[in-house]
């Protein structure tokens, strides 16, 4: 009898599979310590607008972690700038060291082991940057190498990835870290417009790190390379997604036709990875597709042709967390590891999109 | 087209016929089978000059079934043959052209699967239809899964757990089966099967058995969504793009402009 378990696609059979690279060894996650479900938020708000209701309630989003300041006698008290800024750097020092904490930690290192640092992050601004800030709260070396990456959305955990394997590979044996780090309720804006609750609807705070490193005794057990990457930006989607200045404070605006935009593009940075490397999506055994929202997720979908159980885990985060902006591949890379269904030889597609308007992809091997 | 060893491949125009051919055990499926249905499904998924996929037998059976030659007989058996079998059902019936199943004779367990996984089921009128697993003491796999979207639930119940016949006739006025012939007329009736399918439409083809594929699993507002994302594909299509383009230019009697024309209708104009 045939052992149907060795029996792959001729093209999966052929994939030359990387023995080196840069590994994604460990992933570790935080959240803040609240979490609250889509109504307490309107109730937190006293949202009567049965339209914003609707849209918050319809979100396909059960809890979200926020970092929400407590109502005063029942109403929340309108917030400055600098209470936002003071949000977002004092939210990202809290669960960004908890989140890299986790990751080193079942590799028995500590921040000061860390050969390379960067740091992901669009919900705030802060100078000097958050590696400058990490490094003196969790005691990184004085020597270690550095980078920040701002303003590019829920698609740069990819574009961060794309530095550290960089790092890695050209460096064998050492160590890169990449936290993703976005404090969204530090960008949140109460105005009473549609626009704006569609925002304060959506995205969640929350912290993910991978640690990355290019070492010859690692196997699939520790985690997959990062095979390769292809990109692929819509230049005439460059204002679908953007900050907008409201009064003092930087407000996200979403243009309600990017799900359909995504979508319709989706196929080609996909097509142009798989079919260098001779591959087809039915050899894809797992997908990271960030969790955008539920009218993305569908159109990523029906474009690539995904089932429910492919996306379950862009699912399970977007109900448990909304959208983490660029942690969110990360959270549901965590999900996947712990699952315990990953195998030697599998292959994995991450598919993330954000402003540009971009979509970034990025084949794993395990 | 590829050689297999269990099935005979011939491609007429856009149309690929794979008929079932392990003639000395009915057509039984066997691993092989499975591995080349596989292959095939495969690589009618890449070809750009097929629109059709059948799948036929023998002029007296499609097949009986599964082989059980294939399980060991005295030994634990693992279940990743069936599983890979599922797969392979599974695949077809997502396949990316026209899928047609032609049946004559019996078509038994796994075949009758086979049949359920295709866009079309034609039947010669002595064709028999059975499920026997439950009567043999295992299970007619996502048959089970399948089956009751096509007759409902009773039914579905009375064909598997009976393991009884059901005649062309009959599972044609259910709606399992979509024509019945005479075994003189089955050719012809086949390419008029066939042609009733074309043009093809990859997109509109795709998006149309997904979304029928969630029926009855999904709610309003989730297949919605998931409408909306397929219509949105399909209206940015090559094929949408040059209906609409062929509206535009032609008047207002040709085939295609009636949609031009019903919707100045409903303007009032």
């Known amino acids: 009898m045939i052992d149907v378990r060795n029996i792959v696609s001729p093209r999966k059979a052929a994939y030359r599979r990387p023995t080196t690279g840069p590994r994604i060894v460990s992933v570790g996650t935080a959240t803040p310590p609240r979490k609250y479900t889509q109504d307490e938020v309107l109730d937190l708000f006293q949202e009567k607008d049965p339209k914003v209701r ?43 060291p908890r989140a890299i904490e986790e990751c080193l930690q079942p590799l028995g290192l500590a921040p000061y082991d ?47 990835l794309q530095v550290v394997t960089a790092f890695a590979r050209a460096n064998p044996g050492k160590l890169a870290l990449l936290l993703c780090v976005e404090i969204c309720s530090a960008a949140y804006v109460y105005n009473g417009s549609m626009v704006t609750a569609v925002v304060n609807s959506l995205f969640g705070d929350g912290a993910a790190a991978v640690v990355v490193r290019q070492d010859g005794a690692d196997a699939w057990q520790q985690g997959p390379i990062v095979a390769d990457y292809e990109p692929h930006i819509i230049p005439e989607a460059l204002m679908a997604m953007r900050y907008t200045l409201e009064d003092t404070k930087l407000s996200f605006f979403l243009a309600r036709d990017i799900p359909h935009e995504i979508g319709a593009n989706v196929e080609k940075p996909l097509n142009r990875l798989l079919g260098r490397h001779g591959l087809k999506r039915k050899d894809i055994d797992h997908w990271l597709v960030h969790s955008g929202g539920a009218k993305v997720i569908d159109a990523v979908q029906y474009n690539v042709g995904l089932t429910e159980h492919q996306m379950r885990h862009t699912l399970a985060v977007l109900r448990n967390f ?27 597609i991450a598919i993330a999109m954000g402003p540009g308007t971009t979509i970034e992809t990025a084949l794993l091997t395990w | 087209m590829h050689p ?116 079309m089921r034609i039947a010669e009128r002595r064709s028999v239809f059975r499920f026997d697993e439950v009567k043999l003491g295992f299970l007619p796999g996502m048959a089970t899964f399948r089956l009751a979207k096509y007759i409902g639930f009773g039914r579905a119940k009375s064909i598997i757990l009976t393991g009884r016949k059901v005649r062309a006739e009959e599972a044609l006025s259910w709606g399992i089966l979509d024509r019945v012939c005479d075994q003189v007329s089955f050719d012809e009736t086949l390419t008029e099967t066939v042609s009733d399918l074309l043009p093809f439409h990859p997109v509109a083809l795709e998006m149309a058995r997904r979304l029928l594929d969630e029926s009855y699993a999904t709610s309003y507002e989730n297949f919605l969504g998931h409408f909306l994302a397929a219509q949105y594909r399909a209206i940015n299509s090559e094929a949408f793009d040059r209906l609409v383009v062929g509206a535009a230019g032609q008047g207002k009697r040709s085939e295609v402009g009636r949609i031009g024309t019903a919707r100045r209708r409903a303007r009032g104009k």
């Not at chain 1, 000097?128 to 955990?157: W, Y």
């Not at chain 2, 070809?47 to 059709?52: H, R, T």
């Open chain 1, 54 to 96: 609707r849209l918050f309630q319809s979100s396909h989003i059960d809890t979200r972690y926020l970092y929400l300041p407590d109502a005063i006698d029942g109403r929340m008290a309108e917030e400055t700038n600098q209470g936002l800024l003071d949000r977002h750097l004092d939210g990202a020092l809290e669960i960004g």
């Open chain 2, 4 to 119: 297999y060893e269990t099935l005979k491949v011939v491609q007429q125009g856009n149309v690929v016929t794979a008929f079932l051919d392990r003639p000395d055990s009915r057509n039984s499926i066997n691993m092989r089978m499975v591995n080349d249905l596989s292959h095939l499904v495969d690589a009618i998924d890449d070809a750009k000059d097929v629109s059709v996929l059948v799948l036929r037998g023998s002029t007296d059976v499609f097949t009986c079934g599964i082989d059980l030659h294939e399980f060991a007989a005295h030994e634990k058996r693992n279940i990743y043959g069936l599983q890979k079998w599922e797969h392979v059902c599974r695949e077809l019936e997502r396949l990316n052209k026209f899928t047609v199943a032609a049946v004559q004779g019996e078509c038994t367990g796994g075949g009758f699967q086979l049949a359920l996984s295709c866009d």
């Open chain 1, 322 to 348: 909304g959208n983490l902006s660029s942690g969110s591949i990360l959270f549901s890379f965590k999900e996947l590891c712990r699952e315990g269904v990953i195998g030697e030889g599998d292959l994995g």
């Open chain 1, 114 to 160: 860390i050969d390379f640092l960067c740091c992901v992050s669009t919900t705030g601004f802060v100078v000097p940057s958050l590696t400058a800030h990490l490094i003196k709260k969790m005691i990184f070396r004085e020597n270690v190498q550095r980078i920040d990456v701002l303003g590019m959305g829920c698609n740069a955990a990819v574009n961060g």
